[in-house]
């Protein structure tokens, strides 16, 4: 069930250049007018920054995660965060929840949980992110501002987390890598 650590750079290596191409077909659609997106206000730009930092969190720290657990354990803890951010409208806001996500937060209960502490330390982070990223509510961008501020902003941060290590993948130079990536 593990990806290993090798399979850790093919996942970041496929976010990082998911985010690259997403971020590229997101400007050619705005250039063309296919999509409004609005960056006139820097105030604004500057409010979602943190939920970018968020997002490269995200990216990076599941990446490690994955490479340690098993994907169904993973995906459990992925979906945890649903549940919390969840549970935070329920009480904080008062919203009303959906029975599905109801129906989720008890089949959490019923996953067998292996132990491995980098894993699930990853796995925590992962968590924070996911959570406190679909908490962040500042000022009125669009849906499509709030990605293209953060397939540009991961495109510039997440490379450096691993830059070196990243020539030794193995998978580098072979197109069908980089071409699933437009899938």
């Known amino acids: 069930y593990s990806l290993g650590l090798i399979y850790y750079f093919l996942v970041l290596f496929y976010f990082r250049w998911q985010t690259l191409v997403g971020g590229v077909l997101l400007h050619i659609s705005w ?7 609005n ?20 990216i990076y720290a599941g990446s490690r995660a994955l490479s340690r657990l098993p994907i169904p354990v993973f995906l459990t803890v992925h979906n945890a965060a649903e549940v919390i951010a969840c549970g935070f409208q329920k009480f904080v806001q008062k919203e009303v929840i959906d029975l599905l996500v109801r129906v989720k937060s008890f089949c959490l209960v019923l996953v067998k949980v292996l132990f491995d502490p980098n894993g699930y ?3 925590l982070i992962h968590l924070i992110c996911v959570v406190f990223h679909k908490l962040w509510k500042p000022g009125s961008l669009s849906d499509l501002d709030q990605q293209y501020i ?32 437009c899938a």
């Open 39 to 58: 960056l006139s206000s820097r105030s604004e730009i500057l409010s979602w920054l943190p939920a970018s930092v968020l997002f490269v969190g995200i």
């Open 150 to 181: 953060n397939y540009v902003f991961s495109v510039l941060l997440c490379p450096s987390g691993d830059l070196f290590s990243a020539l030794d993948f193995p998978f580098l130079y072979f197109y069908r890598f980089h071409s699933s990536c």
């Open 31 to 37: 250039k063309l007018g296919w999509v409004e997106i």
């Open 121 to 123: 330390l990853w796995a």
